[in-house]
């Protein structure tokens, strides 16, 4: 017990009350006017959008002679949410786009990076200072929620499940612009691309609502990506592998998870530290896929939502996972190829032997086991949700055909991410170019998809004649496609190095 | 305690250090000196682990510093060309967290700021802030950073570059209260009149290249082609320079623009005084007979080409 004890403690003074990048984070943030003038100004906007709230529903009760009371209360709580989530999404990028790029942009880090503190403490020490602030504008406000309250129509119980859920979402949206900062390396560029990042998570989640609109009383977990649809929608549960389980512990589970993973992806990333964290990392990038694939596929909202017109439940599968790894195998195997002398380009990308290890060596084994295990989650938590009495008859095939798609994309990506390792000095080109080559084939499968689903008087204007193959044939065509093109990328590979060189570092 | 062995760093374009070899022993201070664009401060960045080397092996107090990389850190004090600073904390929270961050116990962490800071003479400057310091005293406290561990070695690179006359006195009386502290030091600079006056061995560096390397009145020797005898007479100087031209051991004979006779001896060390016995019994008045002061500049001049890479 006091071994335990003595641990924690230490685990605490390291990370948070002895972190010097805590400390004088803390300390510069804090001093001057800045701060106290940003959070004076936060709480006057979320105070006057509550007021607005309040005299337009007293007005439309005085109007309609409807008495609101609980309305009142409810809708003040629901405003309070919406401010104060958009509030953090502008804020958040503020706070954290400079926190590793100033380091690079003044050289500081060289002189941090030689002392003895490690990757993961100096990146912690960044996030914790960072999300301190951000505790500090969200707990401001608890007063204004307490008022709320008192009007009624919104329970204890639904505030805290929001203010849960509104700081787990500031965590990961503080390891995001954290994670922004140190690959980009310039403030300016990591702050323009979180803002971006942010106006596609919120349109993201403009399409789940939509879709819950449109389609009735769908409650899906990733509308609560958003906290502050748990101001209204915070307390629903929904069915994964045939459990009930509260949105909100899916949300906060997906959203540490993402975290956490970008968390260490930082610690590796970040300069002049030696990667040493890269393993855990790989570890961490595995459970998160499964995790994901298992409660978010497993979802009976998202199983409505995507599932295709022909009634396959499985066919949201690889529309979900398709993208993700595609992107994660494009990342994962590009880099610098030391392949040993005498050893096959074959032998050394599919090698077993360093699965873990942060290099190129056994990358497409990598790809290949996190591909597999993250398909056979999803496909776990569909059949286990559907129940097998409701599944096509179809179901197998479609979802061996589906996992040979998934394969094909997947190593289509990490082929050509090994190919353009071997053209370019550059990693984030090689990547970006794998990512292009990987866009266009899938524009091209799912264009082929849109034509038929949206028929041919969608493309009168258009010279296309009409193919009428069914969903199988194309998921083959289009696999063996990817298969092809990804041994061509492989067999060419050795020649460009000896050519080219080859990313570098 | 440092040792260079086939050091080399290339980029696409360049190669910027090429099969270095070089060796520091323990106490040294090695002047590392060379064109612009010679090489020098990547061969200190890759010393100092924040560069990886292409090919070549780098070993401190024995250790190779890619094997030992956290070990090999806290052995290291390295001070950039141009280095940044944390300007909106206060000079001693700066040293602060720098005392944190290399894991001082705490309650030796004040007391060592306050050692470090009156060794860089700031300690008047304790609750300023570091943005308010003028670029002399940032220098100082950047050194007063890089001491702050206690570390073996001390990598500096131009550490009196873009200072007025006086700043750089400061910082050169520093150096040479450290070389008084036992510290090894790998320092670069282009102030070399400074540098000959602590160093007691140099390497120069050209194109990458190492052009010379060891003790430097040595180099001097080798470079001037014999030790060489400054020698102020109070009258007869021709006839002096057409005794010494005829004197054995005696290579050389010039004057300078003081009007002193410079004569290169290349006899044995200790056996300089027959030439000034030939002087005397022949009858000149000799007034000053000294061993000419080390120019740097003069070997710097003579061993490189000028040449940038």
């Given amino acids: 017990m006091n071994n335990y004890k003595s641990f924690l403690a230490s685990t605490f003074d390291t990370y948070i009350q002895d972190n010097p990048i805590v400390i004088r984070d803390l300390r510069t943030r804090m001093r001057g006017l800045g701060a106290f003038g940003l959070l004076i100004s936060y709480l006057l906007l979320v105070s006057i959008v509550i007021c607005i709230v309040f005299y337009v529903i007293t007005d439309w009760g005085a109007a309609t002679g409807i008495t609101a009371t609980k309305r009142i209360g409810s809708a003040m709580f629901i405003g309070l949410a919406w401010t104060q989530t958009i509030v953090l999404m502008i804020v958040i990028p503020g706070v954290i786009s400079a926190a590793v790029s100033k380091e690079y942009e003044k050289k500081t880090i060289e002189m941090v990076a030689l002392s003895r503190l490690n990757s993961f403490v100096f990146v912690f020490g960044k996030l914790v200072s960072a999300l301190l602030y951000c505790l500090v504008l969200v707990i401001s406000t608890l007063p204004l929620a307490g008022i709320c309250l008192m009007f009624g129509g919104i329970s204890p119980e639904e505030i805290a499940v929001t203010y849960l859920l509104t700081i787990v979402f500031c965590f990961m949206m503080c390891t995001v612009g954290l994670y922004l900062s140190t690959v980009v390396g310039k403030t300016t560029g990591a702050g323009l691309l979180f803002y971006t990042f942010n106006w596609f998570y919120l349109m993201q989640t403009g399409f789940v609502i939509a879709q819950i609109i449109t389609r009735g009383s769908i409650k899906t977990w990733s509308a609560l990506m958003i906290p502050a649809n748990a101001a209204h929608s915070g307390m629903e549960s929904a069915t994964v592998c045939g459990v009930s389980i509260p949105l909100a512990i899916i949300t906060v589970v997906v959203q540490l998870l993402t975290g956490v993973v970008l968390l260490y992806a930082s610690a590796a990333r970040v300069r002049h530290w030696r990667s040493e964290r890269a393993e855990v990392l790989r570890i961490l990038l595995l459970i998160s896929f499964v995790v994901w694939a298992t409660l978010g596929l497993g979802d009976s909202a998202f199983r409505t939502i995507f599932a295709s017109s022909s009634g396959t439940s499985s066919s949201a599968a690889p529309m979900m996972v398709f993208g993700y790894l595609a992107l994660l195998a494009s990342i994962v195997a590009t880099g610098p190829l030391r392949k040993p002398h005498g050893q096959s380009m074959m032998s050394y990308l599919f090698t077993a032997k360093n699965l873990l290890k942060p290099e190129m060596s056994g990358a497409l084994t990598y790809v290949t086991v996190i591909s597999l295990l993250t398909y056979m989650a999803a496909s776990a938590a569909f059949y286990f949700n559907a129940g097998s009495g409701s599944l096509d008859p179809t179901y197998w095939s479609a979802a061996l055909e589906q996992l040979m798609l998934v394969l094909a994309a997947v190593w289509l990506a990490a082929s050509t991410g090994v190919l353009f390792s071997a053209l370019f000095r550059s990693r984030t080109v090689a990547v970006i170019m794998s990512q292009v080559v990987v866009t266009v084939v899938g524009m091209i499968y799912y264009g082929q998809y849109a034509y038929r689903f949206l028929g041919p008087s969608f493309f009168n204007g258009y010279t296309v004649g009409r193919t009428d193959w069914p969903d199988h044939v194309g998921i083959i065509v289009t696999s063996c496609l990817c298969f092809a093109i990804s041994a061509a990328c492989l067999a060419l590979t050795d020649n460009a190095l000896q050519k080219f060189g080859g990313v570098t570092e | ?309």
């Fill in chain 2, 1 to 309: 305690m440092l040792r260079i062995e086939n050091l080399t760093k290339m980029y696409p374009s360049l190669t910027a250090v090429d099969s270095l070899n070089l060796e520091v022993e323990a106490g040294d201070i090695m002047g590392f000196i060379g064109p612009n664009g010679a090489g020098k401060t990547t061969t200190i960045r890759m010393i100092s682990t924040l560069l990886q080397a292409t090919s070549g092996r780098i070993y401190i107090n024995g250790m190779d510093i890619t094997e030992h990389t956290e070990e090999v850190r806290s052995l290291i004090g390295y001070m950039p060309d141009f280095f940044g600073l944390y300007e909106d904390v206060k000079v001693w929270e700066y040293l602060d967290f720098f005392a944190s961050a290399y894991k001082l116990p705490k309650e030796k962490r004040l007391p060592t700021i306050k050692d470090v800071l009156e060794l860089t003479d700031l300690s008047a400057k304790y609750e300023a802030m570091v943005s308010e310091l003028s670029r002399g005293m940032q220098q100082r406290l950047c050194l007063a950073k890089t001491i702050l561990h206690d570390p073996k070695l001390l990598l500096l690179d131009e550490p009196a570059s873009g200072l007025d006359p006086r700043a750089r006195i400061e910082i050169c009386e520093l150096l040479k209260e450290l070389r008084r502290m036992g510290k090894t030091i790998l320092i670069s600079s282009h102030i070399l009149p400074e540098l000959a006056d602590f160093c007691n061995k140099i390497a120069v560096i050209e194109q990458g290249r190492l052009v010379v390397s060891g003790d430097v009145e040595e180099i001097m020797r080798k470079c001037r082609g014999g030790l060489v005898l400054k020698i102020r007479l109070a009258e007869r100087v021709p006839e002096a320079i057409s005794l010494l031209k005829t004197t054995e051991f005696v290579s050389e004979v010039t004057t300078d623009e003081e009007g002193s006779v410079m004569a290169t001896y290349i006899g044995e060390d200790g056996t300089q005084h027959n030439v000034l016995q030939s002087l005397v019994s022949n009858g000149f008045k000799v007034i000053g007979f000294e061993e000419a002061r080390v120019d740097l500049q003069d070997v710097f001049m003579q061993v490189t080409k000028g040449l940038v890479s």
